[in-house]
C-alpha cells in the first residue's frame, strides 16, 4: 500500500465517520414560494454546518396544519422542526410543546425583530419561535385594467367601490375574473379572509360572553357580499382556489385584483413568474367607512417541538434562516425584492430594499395598521385578527369553513351556512366551556 492509497484511505474513512456522526434535523414546511426557495439555498448552512443534514417534508397548507398538530399533541417527535403560525405558538408554548428559543446565538439580534410579530411569538418575555416571513393583507390590482375601465384606486378603498371595480374589469371573453378571493375551506384559507372581512363589516365571532355571532346581520351582510361577488367576478372553481391557487391566476394575467396576504406582492412583482409584473398597484385592505381594515396579522415561524432530541442542531439552522444573513443570502441570488419581508424592522431601513420593492412600504403600512387586541368595532373577549385565539378554534374554524365554502360552490345558501355555523359554534363552545 502506498502513501497516496493509504491517505486516500485514510480521508474517506473520516468522510464516511462524518457522516455516520451528522445529526439529521426533519423539518416539516408548507409548499409556498419563500418555503421553497429557503429549501434551495440551504447549502449555504450545510456547507457551514458539516455536521447536520436536513430533510424536508413539504405539504399543503392544511395537510401542514393537521400532520404538525396531530405530532406534537401526541408527542410523536416524527419532526425536529416545524413551521406554525402565530396562532398556534402561544398556545403551545403554554402547553409545554415548544422548545424555547435561548440559543440562537449573539449575532441574531432579537431586539431588530418587529413588535408585533415578536410580541405574538413570545410567552412570559420568552421567544418560542423565529419568525420566517410576516404579513398583513392589501389589495394587489392591475393598474392598466383600472385605467382601461376609467377607475382610479382610493387611497382608502371601501367594499363598496371594490365589489362596483371588480365587476367593471371583468372581462369573460378574454378570461380576466374581475377579482380572486380565497374559497378553500381550512381555518387558515378561506376563513383568514372572511374573518378579515367580517372584520371590516363591524361583526365579530363571538361576543363579551362568547356568545357566536353568525345570527347577526353583519355575518349575513359580509358572507353574502362575498358570495354575490365571486359569482359575478370572481374565477369558476373558486371553492377550490386558496393562496396558491390564486397567486398562479394573478401571475397569468386572469385577476384584475387579488385581496390577500401581502408576502404575495414580490411573486405577483417578480417578471421571472408573473405576466404582468409591470403592472400591479397596491392599496390598504378595504373597509366599509368604519375605519376597520381587517386586522389580518400574520407570521409563518420555525419552531422546535419540546418532542424533538435535537435542539441544539435546531436552533443552529433556525437562527440561519431567520436571521439577517439569510435575507442578505436571498438578496445576493435573488434580488431584494424577493426577500422574506414583515420581520425585522432593518429591512425597512433599507435603502436598497426600498427602492427593489414598490410593496414595502403599503406591506409596512398593512402590518402597523393591524391589531389584533383588537380585531373588531364591537368589544371582543378574545385577540387575533383573522383568526381567534384559542385552541378550540382551529377545529371549529375548519368546519366553519367547509360550509362557508359549499356556498360558494353552490351547494347550500348563505343563510343555511349561517344558520349551521351558528348551531355549530354555540354547540363547540358549550361542550369547550366558554358558555355556560
Not at 150 to 170: C, H, N, Q, V
Amino acid at each position: 500500500m502506498n502513501l497516496r492509497t493509504l491517505l486516500l484511505g485514510t480521508c474517506s474513512a473520516a468522510l464516511l465517520a462524518g457522516f455516520a456522526n451528522a445529526e439529521t434535523l426533519t423539518i416539516a414546511t408548507v409548499n409556498n414560494g419563500d418555503m421553497i426557495r429557503m429549501q434551495g439555498l440551504t447549502e449555504d448552512f450545510t456547507t457551514k454546518n458539516p455536521d447536520i443534514q436536513l430533510e424536508w417534508v413539504t405539504l399543503e397548507e392544511n395537510v401542514l396544519r393537521e400532520r404538525v398538530t396531530t405530532d406534537i399533541a401526541t408527542k410523536g417527535g416524527q419532526y425536529d422542526i416545524v413551521t406554525i403560525g402565530n396562532y398556534e405558538v402561544p398556545i403551545w408554548a403554554k402547553q409545554g410543546w415548544l422548545v424555547a428559543l435561548d440559543g440562537l446565538g449573539d449575532n441574531y439580534d432579537v431586539d431588530d425583530l418587529l413588535p408585533a410579530i415578536r410580541g405574538g411569538l413570545s410567552v412570559d418575555g420568552k421567544l418560542y419561535a423565529a419568525p420566517f416571513y410576516g404579513e398583513s393583507a392589501m389589495i394587489m390590482y392591475r393598474k392598466d385594467l383600472f385605467e382601461k375601465a376609467g377607475l382610479k384606486m382610493p387611497d382608502s378603498p371601501t367594499w363598496e367601490f371594490i365589489g362596483d371595480a371588480a365587476r367593471k374589469i371583468t372581462d369573460r371573453s378574454a378570461d380576466i375574473n374581475g377579482i380572486c378571493l380565497r374559497g378553500k375551506a381550512g381555518w387558515g384559507e378561506n376563513m383568514a379572509f372572511l374573518s378579515a372581512l367580517n372584520n371590516s363589516f363591524g361583526g365579530r365571532w363571538f361576543d363579551e360572553k362568547w356568545q357566536p355571532q353568525f345570527d347577526q346581520p353583519e355575518w349575513k351582510a359580509s358572507l353574502q357580499f362575498y358570495v354575490d361577488l365571486m359569482k359575478d367576478a370572481g374565477p369558476q372553481g373558486a371553492s377550490s382556489n386558496g393562496f396558491n391557487e390564486n397567486l398562479t391566476l394573478f401571475q397569468q394575467g386572469k385577476c384584475g385584483m387579488w385581496i390577500d396576504a401581502t408576502v404575495a406582492a414580490s411573486f405577483v412583482s417578480n417578471p421571472k413568474d408573473s405576466t404582468v409584473a409591470d403592472k400591479v398597484g397596491y392599496a390598504i385592505f378595504p373597509d366599509t367607512g368604519n375605519g376597520n381594515h381587517g386586522h389580518w396579522l400574520w407570521s409563518w415561524n420555525l419552531a422546535i417541538p419540546a418532542s424533538s432530541t435535537k435542539a441544539e442542531a435546531a436552533q443552529k439552522f433556525i437562527a440561519w434562516a431567520t436571521g439577517k444573513g439569510y435575507t442578505e443570502l436571498v438578496a445576493s441570488k435573488e434580488g431584494w425584492a424577493n426577500v422574506p419581508p414583515g420581520t425585522r424592522t432593518s429591512l425597512y431601513k433599507n435603502a436598497e430594499y426600498e427602492k427593489a420593492a414598490p410593496f414595502a412600504a403599503p406591506t409596512l403600512a398593512a402590518m402597523d395598521a393591524a391589531d389584533i387586541t383588537k380585531p373588531s368595532v364591537k368589544p371582543v373577549p378574545y385577540t387575533g385578527g383573522q383568526f381567534v385565539a384559542i385552541p378550540e378554534f382551529q377545529g371549529l374554524g375548519t368546519t366553519v369553513g367547509q360550509l362557508f365554502s359549499a356556498v360558494l360552490a353552490g351547494q347550500s345558501s348563505v343563510d343555511d351556512a349561517l344558520a349551521q355555523a351558528q348551531t355549530t359554534a354555540v354547540r363547540e363552545m358549550t361542550r369547550a366551556g366558554y358558555i355556560k
